[in-house]
């Protein structure tokens, strides 16, 4: 068997969320979801502009990372461009959502219920898969993106 060549990615590196309001997506992960906020900036470096193909760009930008796995959520708004708002209903192609896993869904669901956040449904208890005998939510972020969260079973 002739081995593949082609360069493959080493680590993961990072998601990036572009959102429309930054405080109030902050608030969500970082006061709901319980990830830890590492920096805050604004961005103008010339080379973002080409990278993105958007000349003159400059973003707010947030980093956060999930302190158990070191997972890193980018968060980003374009300063320089306004977007149109999509639907980001997972049943959408180009659409996707972000999974977390805890063991405290539905403490988290509740979190999230108390300070105004929508969830798409009640946390529910997986019946098959790998996640059976757990527990299983989707969040809704302040921009409608899905965050699931997923409890292992037991054993």
Not at 23 to 38: A, K, N, P, T, W
Not at 130 to 154: A, F, H, M, T
Request: proline share 6%; glycine share 10%.
């Amino acid at each position: 068997m002739e081995m593949n060549t082609l360069a493959r990615p080493v680590a993961f590196g990072h998601i990036g969320l572009h959102v429309s309001d930054m405080e109030r997506s902050i608030s969500f992960y970082r006061d709901v979801i319980g990830l830890d906020e590492v920096e805050r900036r604004i961005r103008d470096e010339s080379y973002l502009g080409t990278l993105t193909g958007y000349p003159g760009l400059r973003l707010d930008t947030c980093l956060l990372v999930e302190p158990s796995s070191g997972l890193m959520l980018e968060l980003l708004v374009l300063l320089t461009s306004k977007g149109e708002a999509v639907e980001p209903a997972t049943a959408n192609p180009g659409t996707a959502h972000i999974c977390f896993i805890t063991d405290g869904t539905d403490a988290i669901y509740q979190r999230a219920l108390d300070a105004g956040y929508e969830a798409v449904n009640e946390p529910v208890t997986p019946t098959a898969g790998r996640w059976k005998g757990g527990r299983s939510v989707y969040l809704l972020d302040p921009d409608r993106i899905r965050v699931e969260l997923v409890q292992p079973g037991p054993g």
